[in-house]
């Protein structure tokens, strides 16, 4: 059953990053586009700069999953390299429900923001709903608690590995 959800963690937050990736790559698109048009043709387009800031958006919240599961977490690093191996446990035991605590009220009021938002329009993008935009927060909370949990069952410390 462990060795399933690992499975499954793993292809998800590799999915997650490739379309953190994906966004990422957009954005660096449209930001290019808004200069040309901006600077050489002198003809602005304002489409792109709010595809800009939703593309980053989208990015950071499907990026964070990948955070959690290399053990990037809120951790007391400290008492972390001072204590015993059971000590380490509760430590992992009390951040994750900590980061699974904040990823569900995340969840929670953005699926109900995402929910509120979709009677918005986007500026420059008549016609398409904030929903989509809003929808970053639930979707990453969902990808991110799956992070949570893959690295309490399988910890990995890199952010303590390659801290100096």
Request: glycine share 6%; hydrophobic share 55%; proline share 2%.
């Amino acid at each position: 059953m462990k060795n399933q959800f690992l499975r499954f963690e793993r292809w998800t937050s590799s999915f997650a990053m490739m379309i953190a990736c994906l966004m990422m790559a957009l954005a660096s698109i449209f930001a290019i586009h808004q200069i040309v048009t901006r600077f050489v043709l002198e003809t602005p387009a304002e489409w792109t700069e709010v595809l800009i800031r939703f593309s980053l958006i989208w990015m950071v919240f499907l990026g964070i999953p990948t955070a959690f599961r290399q053990g990037a977490m809120v951790s007391v690093d400290l008492l972390y390299r001072l204590s015993g191996q059971r000590m380490r446990r509760l430590l992992d035991t009390v951040v994750a429900i900590a980061a699974l605590t904040l990823s569900g009220v995340i969840l929670w009021w953005g699926w109900d923001y995402a929910n509120r938002g979709s009677v918005q329009s986007m500026i420059g993008l008549e016609g398409v709903s904030m929903f989509w935009a809003y929808l970053a927060m639930p979707v990453g909370a969902v990808f991110s608690m799956i992070g949570i949990i893959g690295n309490w069952l399988d910890p990995q410390r890199l952010e303590l590995e390659s801290a100096q």
